[in-house]
């Protein structure tokens, strides 16, 4: 997440709301890739978003991988999708 996850930035980039949702999902999903949030912490933007996948990666196991990827593909403009 970013520097401060609780409290909104008005210097970053905001995500689609179905993105987000995910990516709360995954983090709700995976606790233990997420072990230095604060419980009360919310993915907000593109930054949060982009943490996700980071820590997925790093932390999870090929499942969380697997989800990080999917989440990813999401954040790439439509003609780079591969599906």
């Known amino acids: 997440m970013s520097a401060t996850p609780h409290s909104p930035s008005e210097t970053?980039?905001?995500a689609p709301p179905e993105i987000?949702?995910?990516a709360t999902e995954l983090v709700k999903?995976?606790?233990e890739c997420?072990?230095?949030w604060e419980?009360?912490?919310e993915v907000?933007?593109?930054e949060d978003i982009?943490?996700?996948?980071e820590n997925l990666r790093k932390y999870g196991d090929r499942r969380a991988w697997q989800d990080a990827q999917e989440l990813y593909r999401c954040l790439l403009?439509?003609?780079?999708?591969k599906f």
């Open 12 to 14: 970053t980039e905001s």
């Open 20 to 22: 987000l949702a995910r």
């Open 29 to 31: 999903l995976y606790p």
């Open 34 to 36: 997420f072990w230095f």
């Open 39 to 41: 419980p009360a912490a």
């Open 44 to 46: 907000r933007q593109m």
């Open 50 to 53: 982009r943490l996700v996948i």
């Open 77 to 81: 403009p439509p003609s780079k999708r």
